[in-house]
Structure formats: C-alpha cells, structure tokens
C-alpha cells in the first residue's frame, strides 16, 4: 500500500515563474492538506481540500497561491510568480474519511522549491 | 498565537538514556499527534492521543496527554543513535477544524 506522494522532490524555480506541486494522497484517503516549512520552522497549514471542494483554505496567501484536487488525478498546488520567499519544503497529507477528517495525517516527502 | 509549543528546543542526550519531550497548548483539542522528522525528510507519524485519552504506548514510545494543564509529553525509552531528528506535536482542535497545528519542534540529538 504505497503511502501519500509527492512530486517533483525538488523544484528549482526562477523569479516570476510558475511552480506545480503535485500530491497523490493513500489509496483510499479523500482528505488532502498541504502545510509549508520554512527552514527551522514548524508546518503551517495552507488549505485543506476533499474531492472537488476546497474545505479550509485559511492559510493560504490570498494571492499568487491556489490550490485544487480533482474528481480523478493528484491534488495540485500551484504557486504563480514564484518570489524568493516561497522558497521552503512544502508537504502534503492525507486522511480517511472514516473519522471526518480527524483521524491520523500521514505525510508525503515534501516538495523542496527553490526560487532562484 | 500558537497552538502547539514545544520544550526543550533541543535535547542532547547518550544512546541508551530516555529523552522526554514537552508540548503545550492553549485551546480544546480533538487530538494531538507526535510526528518525527528527519534532517530534510518528510514526516512519520508516531502517536495520535485523543482528547479523552491519558496515556499511550507503541515501542518505545509513550505519549502522555493532560487536558487539564493542555500539555503532552513524549518520552522515548533506551534511546538510539537513529532517534535522532526533529520532534513536533500538531494539535487538531474544534475552533480550527481538521487542520494540524504544529509547534516548532524539539531537536533530539542521541549521542552513541
């Protein structure tokens, strides 16, 4: 049972660029959530999204940041004109929908961005 | 301000002592999980406590929950060199949903 995915591992973005960051939650999960990590730091949650529906986007910025997870394929999270402040790993998580959400998070590898 | 907090911020310790980790909190919790992460790794879920829960095991691991002083304690016995990482409690509460909120961590450093 292969655990919650990310990709790319690391990303390597130039200012004002776009990044992509993709997750594939556990097979059977239907809670996704990404958190940020700036270096030395705790997780900050971002958003939190179940099939088609953004749930809880409270901690994401309000521009240049969105974030979907379609009926089928990966969650996505897209950051537009990259800036050098998004530099940080950003990690994904999923749960099952048999305790509303509040069961255990299991974590992906993260995603490491660099903006050059 | 923040939910979760840990303490000591760092912990030095020789292989084959116990390393005990704090972590406080402010509001009401449904759970509150202890995560363990690798120098520039993800992050492998330990322990989920849950609100009406006082004490867990797994391994050598033993988690501790006081709802009443809002803090948790996770102790790690007969430590080993590879324990060393970074240590968070995330907190899932009622006023925030199903998000996690961590604390900044405890660095365990297992000296062998």
């Known amino acids: 049972n292969a655990g919650v995915m990310q990709n790319p591992r690391h990303l390597v973005r130039r200012r004002g660029q776009e990044a992509r960051l993709r997750c594939s939650p556990m097979k059977g999960h239907s809670h996704v959530y990404w958190y940020r990590q700036l270096p030395e730091e705790g997780l900050k949650f971002m958003v939190y999204l179940q099939k088609e529906n953004i749930i809880d986007e409270s901690g994401m910025p309000k521009e240049r940041f969105s974030a979907e997870f379609p009926k089928e394929g990966p969650s996505i999270l897209r950051i537009q004109q990259v800036v050098r402040g998004d530099s940080a790993a950003y990690f994904c998580?999923?749960?099952?929908?048999?305790?509303?959400?509040?069961?255990?998070?299991?974590f992906g590898p993260g995603t490491r961005l660099t903006v050059l | 301000s923040q939910q979760g907090e840990e303490d000591p911020q760092a912990l030095s310790i020789q292989e084959g002592e116990n390393a005990t980790m704090n972590c406080s909190y402010k509001t009401s919790i449904n759970n509150l999980q202890w995560y363990r992460q690798n120098s520039g790794r993800g992050l492998v879920h330990l322990i989920l406590?849950?609100?009406?829960?006082r004490e867990k095991h797994s391994g050598r691991l033993r988690v501790t929950l006081d709802t009443s002083k809002k803090s948790s304690s996770l102790l790690i016995t007969a430590s080993r060199a590879a324990d060393t990482a970074s240590y968070f409690c995330?907190?899932?509460?009622?006023?925030?949903?199903?998000?996690?909120?961590f604390g900044a961590g405890t660095i365990l450093r297992v000296k062998s």
């Open positions: 998580a999923s749960s099952s929908p048999r305790g509303g959400g509040t069961d255990t998070q299991y």
């Open positions: 995330a907190t899932s509460t009622q006023e925030y949903g199903n998000k996690l909120v």
């Open positions: 406590i849950r609100s009406n829960e």
